[in-house]
């Protein structure tokens, strides 16, 4: 999984690529020019609000801080699956194994997301969430209209969409318009909440 290194690393290649400096980045996302430095030095943690802020600014999707071996690729650009036909070993493969799926974790704020899918270049995408007991927002920001499905695998999950909030248990599922989520916490007191998403478009 992606540590605080590889994340800052990529940011600083990303914002290089864009030549951004730095204090432009820090004008356009409202983090200060000492942070941004730490953290593409690896010298600080980073949070899930901070990440999606930086993510947008510097035209890429979250998605691609999970995925190797090329995670800064924008979301304007497409995804290269191809493989050579003379070489089976690099076959293209739809499958993702239990045990190889790309993970980016936040252990400060008790959240994991794994993706369950390899090919981007699709008209959605599924990630499976946890977060720990107690803690809070994880609701993503953003960017287009969606539609989303989110089923519960385990423990309970609190949902906001607009005004009103509803608790998820095992086995519930619901379906909403991207623009309508404000929240998404666990709402288990001893047991992580588990939950997969399915979103289309894909904007994570």
């Known amino acids: 999984m992606p540590s605080t290194t590889d994340i800052g690393n990529q940011i600083k290649e990303r914002r290089n690529k864009l030549d951004l ?49 090329d995670p800064l690729q924008s979301l304007h650009e497409p995804v290269n699956t191809s ?17 190889s799926r790309a993970q980016l974790v936040f252990p400060d704020s008790g959240v994991n997301y794994q993706m369950l899918m390899k090919d981007l270049n699709r008209s959605m995408e599924a990630i499976y969430g946890r977060i720990s007991p107690g803690k809070g927002n994880v609701a993503r920001r953003l960017r287009k209209e969606t539609e989303e499905f989110i089923f519960v695998v385990s423990g309970k999950l609190q949902i906001g969409l607009k005004d009103k909030a509803y608790i998820l248990s095992p086995g519930d599922s619901i379906y909403f318009d991207g623009y309508d989520l404000n929240e998404i916490s ?19």
Not at 25 to 34: K, N, P, Q
Not at 83 to 99: G, I, L, M
Request: glycine residues 2%; proline residues 7%; contains cysteine.
């Open 186 to 204: 666990c709402a288990s007191e001893d047991q992580d909440a588990i939950w997969i998403s399915v979103i289309t478009p894909p904007v994570f």
């Open 21 to 69: 400096t730095i204090r432009e980045l820090s004008r356009r996302t409202g983090l200060s020019a000492s942070f941004i430095s730490q953290l593409e030095h690896g010298k600080t943690n980073v949070s899930l609000d901070s990440l999606r802020v930086i993510a947008e600014q510097l035209d890429i999707s979250m998605q691609y801080f999970f995925l190797e071996p």
């Open 83 to 99: 493989v050579s036909p003379v070489d089976p070993s690099r076959e293209y493969s739809p499958v993702v194994r239990a045990n």
